[in-house]
């Protein structure tokens, strides 16, 4: 899917900074703005970066989460071109922080609880990094 992806070539040919990342599984190959685990990692920094990029991508599975559970059309496949997919996306992040300010409480799953008795997971808003998940990028010269 990645190789396919527009954001492929986007970080390839540098439209996008240096200093931006991707983070994929142990399923992708490396690459100097897709950063992916180690898999025998040695002791020290190798399995140090590979808790971070844990911890990390767990924050961003979570934000997934609670956009998917307070909007279902995120839930399947969304049949909208990949420039409009990406504007829904932003709506829910920007509806979710709203909702988030205002204390809506997301809708419950199954019963589902976390431990202190409510559905928030973290309890705090999408991030910023999250939110830039589905930005559209169209750098001027870029094709179409």
Known sequence: MLSESGIRQLFERRYVPANC???G???YPCKPWLLTPYLQPRQ???LNY???HKTTRA???RGIGQLKRRFHVLHGEVRLRPEKVSKVI???AILHN???VRQIAEPLEDGDEDEDGDNDEDGGMLTEQVLRMGMVFDPPGYPE
Do not use: W
Request: contains cysteine.
């Open 90 to 92: 932003i709506a829910c």
């Open 50 to 52: 590979n808790r971070a």
């Open 44 to 46: 020290g920094p190798q």
């Open 25 to 27: 599984d142990s399923g």
């Open 21 to 23: 990342h991707l983070l």
């Open 98 to 100: 709203i909702c988030k």
């Open 59 to 61: 924050v961003v599975e």
